[in-house]
């Protein structure tokens, strides 16, 4: 009899794992704890073979759904509002030249499921002109696109977001001879703080 009971657990067990496994690779989509996000810099640099400026910004955007099928190239979110504090900056001074919406989608993850580390998010159809020493140069032509990784801790919050290397090069659009050909975004991996809008609360992201 008690042979019996623990084939019949063990049975049991065996089952509830492979249910939760089967579970954790079929789920297709990420669920937000909420559409409306901010993320912000203290210093977002943006360097080339002349000048690197360095400007606190600030983007406002919001998810289309709270629920992100995992497809890459997704469109799934805008950016709603740059704010590009011109008068801390250092090196030159920057400003939006597209107006928002820029547009978001989705790229992947990297960890192992359940587990997530981050997520990578592509920015499209983005504009900006970096002035330094006189000279105004347009960057963002409507091939490029920038890719982020947004960093999750234990419990599934996005701490912060920042540039990935490899993936954060912008080419000339317009500008005089002296403008760089391209230039790089980079950010720390403690800076690009992403928050609930109007809020502290950090977002969540679950596998569903």
Not at 14 to 41: K, P
Not at 45 to 68: D, M, P
Request: proline fraction near 4%; aromatic fraction near 6%.
């Amino acid at each position: 009899m008690r042979t019996t009971i623990k084939l019949s657990l063990a049975a049991l067990m065996a089952a509830m794992l492979l249910a939760s496994g089967l579970s954790t690779a079929s789920a297709r989509n990420l669920s937000v704890s909420n559409q409306n996000w901010r993320v912000t810099w203290s210093r977002l640099e943006f360097a080339s073979s002349l000048v690197t400026v360095r400007c606190q910004v600030t983007l406002e955007g919001s998810f289309h759904s709270r629920t992100i099928p995992k497809i890459q190239a997704l469109l799934f979110g805008a950016v709603t509002k740059i704010n590009m504090k011109t008068e801390g900056c250092t090196g030159g001074t920057m400003r939006p030249e597209r107006p928002a919406p820029w547009h978001l989608t989705y790229e992947g993850f990297t960890g192992r499921l359940p587990n997530i580390e981050t997520i990578r998010l592509l920015l499209q159809r983005y504009q900006y002109a970096i002035t330094a020493f006189g000279v105004t140069c347009k960057y963002g032509t409507p091939a490029d696109n920038l890719t982020f990784s947004g960093a999750l801790n234990a419990a599934g919050e996005v701490t912060n977001i920042t540039p990935l290397t490899g993936r954060n090069i912008s080419y000339l659009l317009e500008g005089g001879g002296l403008c760089p050909a391209t230039h790089t975004l980079t950010g720390t991996a403690t800076d690009g703080t992403v928050t609930l809008l109007n809020a502290n609360t950090r977002i969540r992201v679950t596998l569903i």
